[in-house]
């Protein structure tokens, strides 16, 4: 079956900007993750989501920072007010049930100039 | 806090020979899970392998095995018969335990770079 899809694989902002950020998890997958690499350095964990429920967003940097998962499936990062500091990768991970294996989609490669 | 360290920025192999990229962790929990995932520079991370703090067995998997020695918290990964293909970024993580109210996330390392050389 088809792995953790992200969209777009790049994206270019100007600071200031509000970006959005998709996942698409593998499908039955009911847990579901955000990180954010930056350059050199391993993920980090920003938020966590069991089916539609948020349960843990201690990871998310600023209330700029805001992640959805609505009908438990597809999730978005939406970044408010982009800053440079905000250029990283943000990696979506999936796994079928919490604790459970997490694979990972390509990324997105954020950019704010 | 649980902590990852990969003290190797960069490792070289020959092509055929056989590698070991070091990991430590620091965790005061009884269970927990350790993995390795390889990020090679089309940025995407694949899973390697994985060992539970309770497992008696070093997990392998074809030609990834992981020499974990619980007592000295180590978690190193052994890639034998090194291919030109296995160059990459190679990262640990650790998952906390799975009790009630965990998130399970991961906590990574900052990544071994290999060089497989012909």
């Known amino acids: 079956g088809a792995g953790v899809s992200q969209s777009p694989r790049y994206k270019v902002a100007k600071r200031g900007q509000d970006v959005a950020l998709r996942c698409d998890p593998i499908s039955g997958h009911v847990s579901l993750f955000w990180y954010q690499q930056a350059l050199g350095q391993g993920p980090e964990f920003l938020t966590y989501f069991q089916n539609e429920a948020q349960l843990d967003k201690s990871g998310l940097p600023s209330d700029r920072f805001f992640a959805e998962r609505p009908e438990g499936s597809v999730s978005t990062l939406k970044i408010q007010r982009t800053q440079q500091e905000d250029s990283a990768v943000y990696l979506c991970a999936s796994s079928w049930d919490r604790g459970e294996t997490q694979y990972f989609g390509p990324g997105t490669r954020l950019l704010v100039l | 806090a649980q902590k990852i360290t990969q003290t190797q920025p960069g490792m070289f192999v020959q092509e055929k020979e056989a590698v070991t990229l070091d990991c430590t962790y620091d965790t005061s929990d009884q269970s927990y899970g350790l993995f390795w995932y390889k990020q090679p520079s089309s940025g995407e991370m694949i899973f390697l392998i994985y060992q539970g703090s309770y497992d008696e067995q070093n997990a392998t998997e074809g030609r990834y095995s992981l020499n974990f020695q619980k007592a000295r918290k180590s978690a190193n990964l052994v890639i034998s018969a090194s291919q030109l293909g296995d160059s990459a970024m190679y990262f640990c993580?650790?998952?906390?335990?799975?009790?009630?109210?965990?998130?399970?996330?991961?906590?990574f390392g900052t990544g071994t770079l290999l060089a497989v050389q012909p």
């Open positions: 993580a650790m998952r906390e335990g799975n009790y009630g109210g965990a998130t399970n996330k991961l906590i």
